[in-house]
């Protein structure tokens, strides 16, 4: 890009210039923090995931600027098979690069190894000899070239284990990169295991404004507030479409930007994104038209699957029971269409899944014109991180998983039958008593703090009932192990058990 692109002109050129997604980066700053000195941590890797235009690889430029670090950098444009990831990455991320001494700085900098869009790297995970990568590298005519992408995944599993350098990788779509076959799960965690996962969202309406005047100033162009209000409100949080925008808008302007400039910008132009859930969700229940909903619903910043559960919790505030029992069975098709993704490729059922959904949306009318829409709270129950972890850590190696494993398929049941308006009693300790888990898990699973009066109840009482069965125990030392050995049938506690 030429320096007369605002995107690039604009591009921030450390952490502190850049607005939004503030936890993540200050995730990410606590890992780089991590490779001071000498030290390596346990995961030599970052990938960062998001929407396109929402800073990723501005945030990994802008590290390595920041911290006067060298930087290896590979992207979708280029070949990125087994041969050109070792000999341009694996190979730099073994050494100090000499771009660190030539600059004059200091030689106890870092290479970032910045792979862009991961996601698009092509093929599965299997492995290419080192004979063919070795002939490919070394070869001048070209004739041994490995073609394409192959190779490539494999490749970057050995980057992320060998790696002394720290490795960025940013992402649109993490399904790309861990494939489409059954074996999906797999490699998300062979992945994970080495590189942790940072979601990045779009940027809200104040960070867009913030980075709006910023570049106005630099511009000595003014704005009317009305103007800049009509571009960031069509604007889904796409920061390099609203950089573009401007530079396009101040193009017709004459050092001022008006609101009829604006509105003649947006009339001609049409840009590809996606759209925010509860924009996208009032537009559906206000579209009457399903051709429109399923392509609003296509368009929006969540999944099939994350849509169907936003709409079966939110159906429930905007129609009334009759119109809830007539869509009722698209609902459960829908569900049953998304979890044949699993088992059936062949079978279209993110089509179906997003299809149905929509369709049960626009086909009854809605009890108000201006529908209360909330954020699910089955979603929201039990993310946060003080509860899960430590639950998570425990009961992931109990049952012989992955913690990612355990945190998708195992976690989201365990809250259900712990929370208190589906039966969960916090004073009733047998479940977590059977699981082998202690009570500060216990308070976890039922969101209780242990600082707070009714968590200290709990613990008083579960010490009680601790306390009590040890005594048992000593007193019935011949008849409990075969108890046990009888209920247990000898087997291993594993996840398929549970």
């Known amino acids: 890009m030429s320096a007369d692109d605002w995107t690039e002109r604009y591009r921030p050129g450390n952490i502190r210039e850049m607005e939004g997604n503030g936890a993540q980066i200050s995730t990410i700053r606590q890992w780089l ?27 990994a430029k802008a590290v390595a600027k920041e911290r006067e670090w060298a930087i290896i950098e590979l992207n979708a444009s280029e070949e990125r098979n087994a041969a050109s990831i070792r000999k341009v990455a694996t190979r ?18 870092k290479t970032v190894i910045l792979l862009d869009e991961v996601d698009h790297l092509a093929g599965g995970f299997s492995k290419i000899s080192e004979d063919r990568i070795g002939k490919s590298i ?35 779509d993490p399904m790309r990169l861990w494939g489409s ?57 796409d920061l390099r479409a609203l950089v573009r925008d401007l530079q396009a808008v101040s193009a017709l302007s004459e050092g001022h930007i008006t ?34 909903a399923s392509e ?23 129609f009334d029971s009759k119109g809830l029992s007539s869509i009722s069975g698209a609902m459960e098709l829908a569900d049953r269409s998304l979890a044949t993704k699993f088992t059936n490729r062949a079978f ?18 809605p009890i108000t014109s201006d529908p209360y829409l909330g954020y699910p709270d089955f979603l929201r129950r039990g993310s946060e991180s003080w509860r899960s972890v430590n639950v998570v850590t425990t009961m992931s190696s109990k049952v012989s998983t992955s913690r990612s494993s355990f945190r998708e398929e195992l976690w989201p049941l365990l809250l259900a039958v712990h929370d208190e308006s589906l039966g969960g009693d916090p004073m009733d300790f047998s479940l977590s008593s059977r699981m082998g ?46 108890i046990k050995a009888s209920e247990s049938g000898d087997k291993q506690f594993t996840l398929d058990s549970f």
């Open 259 to 292: 609101i009829e400039e604006v509105r003649g910008l947006r009339s001609v132009a049409i840009r590809d994104s996606q759209i925010d859930v509860f924009r996208a969700m009032k537009e559906i229940y206000s579209s009457r038209n399903g051709q429109l």
């Open 181 to 237: 076959g059954r074996s999906w799960r797999m490699n998300r965690d062979r992945v994970l295991r080495l590189a942790d996962m940072i979601q990045f969202k779009r940027a809200n309406q104040g960070d867009m404004r913030k980075i709006a005047y910023r570049i106005l100033d630099e511009e000595g162009i003014s704005i009317d507030p009305g103007a800049l209000e009509e571009l960031i409100s069509g604007n889904p949080g």
């Open 437 to 482: 888990i202690g009570v500060e898990e216990h308070l976890s699973l039922h969101g209780i703090a242990k600082s707070s009066k009714q968590g200290k109840l709990i613990i008083k009482k579960f010490d009680e009932i601790d306390q009590k069965d040890e005594h048992v125990e000593a007193n019935e030392e011949d008849v409990t192990p075969n």
């Open 33 to 59: 923090d991590s490779w001071r000195g000498d030290k390596i941590p346990k995961k030599r890797g970052i990938l960062l995931s998001g929407p396109p235009g929402v800073g990723k690889t501005t945030l």
């Open 348 to 365: 279209r059922s993110w089509y179906w899944g997003s299809a149905l959904t929509s369709q049960a949306a626009v086909s009854e009318t």
């Open 296 to 318: 609003i619903l296509r368009n929006s910043d969540k999944d099939p699957d994350q849509m169907l559960a936003w709409f079966s919790w939110n159906n429930q505030s905007v």
């Open 92 to 109: 730099g991320s073994q050494h100090i690069s000499l771009d660190l001494f030539s600059s004059g700085s200091s030689t106890e900098g």
């Open 138 to 172: 070394s070869s001048d005519d070209g004739s041994k070239n490995i073609s394409g992408d192959s190779g490539g995944k494999a490749e970057l599993m050995n980057l992320l284990s060998s790696s002394m350098q720290p490795v960025i990788m940013t992402c649109n």
